[in-house]
């Protein structure tokens, strides 16, 4: 059975920043394309940043946050600086099928995380 963990979320001023982890098991995913997406209260989920073989980001994280992976631990990583408090959202990791370029849609994801808060402060 598949699962993924996040981690890393928490509570942070404005300018600050975070690192979120994904941890995934019952399946090595070193090649596929994975992603972060976020939700914030009373809005629907969207994508932030997808890694495959690139990485693509949302428009409004662009330049602030970046996207990894180690492929030995089956891990991805989302390290987010200079947050806003327009960050605040739960933030889930997901794990594809696919191979190859990074997926910007939830639907090309199979496996999604818990979801772990992050709470940007004015």
């Known amino acids: 059975q598949v699962h993924l963990v996040e981690s890393g979320g928490g509570l942070v001023q404005a300018g600050g920043s975070l690192r979120l982890s994904c941890a995934a098991s019952?399946?090595?995913?070193?090649?596929?394309?994975m992603g972060w997406f976020r939700q914030a209260p009373g809005s629907e989920r969207e994508f932030v940043a997808a890694?495959?073989?690139?990485?693509v980001f949302a428009d409004s994280v662009k330049g602030r946050f970046a996207i990894s992976r180690d492929a030995a631990k089956n891990s991805v990583y989302l390290q987010m600086n200079s947050l806003k408090p327009e960050d605040t959202a739960v933030y889930y990791c997901?794990?594809?099928?696919?191979?190859?370029?990074?997926?910007?849609?939830?639907?090309?994801?199979?496996?999604w995380g818990q979801g772990t808060q992050v709470t940007v402060s004015s």
């Open positions: 997901a794990a594809s099928g696919y191979f190859g370029n990074p997926r910007r849609f939830e639907y090309e994801y199979d496996y």
């Open positions: 019952g399946r090595t995913f070193s090649n596929n394309a």
């Open positions: 890694i495959g073989w690139g990485t």
